[in-house]
């Protein structure tokens, strides 16, 4: 009895295992593979790098003075607009003017003697060629013709130089411009010693500005004078600012090191052109800064996906016919059963799509991947493998924990 029973099971294992390979090897409609498309059309490529800067004038100057004093005057303020040669300031000039008088007193005297001992020496000259005077006598003459010559031309220089510290008594603005910047009050004692004091900040025309942005090391490479940027700052979170790369400051680098590590970061300017003529944006504020280092507008384009298609089993069927060609890139167009392959030549790529030059049609649909389909009562292994022992298509999705972790 125990076994006829073993053979009953016997056989009822072989009849389900014999049905269950007649349903998935034997049934003719066991996969179903499915093609996407994408349609060959114009539009925008671009590739950027972003960067932090901060938005300054394109010509600021700092006016200081090169005298030391009292701050006497201050005829400007905050954002007061000035023209060249305007009068801004003036210091104390009682000290200035004491000095200008001794010098010029002192230049006097030296005149007045070096005039007497010229004259002396011409006349003792005459003589001494005629050997009326003894050659000790005329040494004599000569010596203080000369010494009160370095006097005078030495109380000259001395009075010049007094005569020019009294005009930098009186500060103009060098450019015409807006202040956006006053250092100092009036009644304040300067000192100009090593480094000229900062009086006064003034930038020249505010509605055109600059960013100066810190780029860093691995994305200066593909930044040229000239490409497109783009930048927001907080102060109109909604307003995107345009603007050109103008200059790349090669001897301008900055490094930091990280507390926390042997890091260090390198990064360079990279000033980029800012119109303002609303006057929005103003010195000193900080930018988020695009720069599109790759930038074509309305080019013929493909996603990338559709260049790495190639009709090939799994993906086909033993009836479809692929009629192929010689190319390093090629696009597929799929009609019926058919696929047919077109050599392009590309261009610039973003990483998501990439620019047809030529060698297709705008319009066109091509192939960009194909799935297989799951067939009711199969299921896909850890592997990519169907249960029943069949391999899934490269290019279809694994299921969800396909991937181990190592």
Known sequence: MKTKKIILIAVAVVVVAGAGMWFFAGSPAKHKVTYATATVSKGDISNSVTATGTIEPVTEVEVGTQVSGIIDKIYVDYNSEVTKGQLIAEMDRVTLQSELASQRATYDGAKA????????????KGLHEKSLISDTDFEQVLYNYQKAKSSYDSSKASLAKAERNLSYATITSPIDGVVISRDVEAGQTVASGFETPTLFTIAADLTQMQVVADVDEADIGGIIEGQRASFTVDAYPNDVFEGTVTQIRLGDASSTSSTNSTSTVVTYEVVISAPNPDLKLKPR??????????????????????????????????????????GKHKLWTREGTT???????????????????????EGTKVVTEATVGVMPGESMGPEGKMENG?????????????????
Not at 113 to 124: A, I, L, T, V
Not at 311 to 323: F, H, S, T, Y
Not at 354 to 359: A, H, L, Q
Request: charge should be positive.
């Open 113 to 124: 003697e070096y005039e007497y001992q010229k004259k002396n020496y011409e006349r003792n």
């Open 285 to 326: 504020l900080t930018a988020n800064v695009t720069i599109y280092i790759l930038d074509k507008k309305n080019v013929l384009s493909v996603p990338n996906k559709a260049l790495r298609f190639t009709p090939e089993a799994p993906l086909i069927g033993k009836n479809d016919i692929v009629k192929d060609c010689e």
């Open 339 to 361: 696929f047919t392959a077109h050599p392009v030549e590309v261009g610039i790529s973003n990483g998501i799509s990439t620019e047809i030059i030529s060698g297709i049609a």
């Open 390 to 406: 069949g391999e899934r298509s490269p290019f279809m999705p694994g299921p969800p924990g396909s991937k181990k972790r190592k």
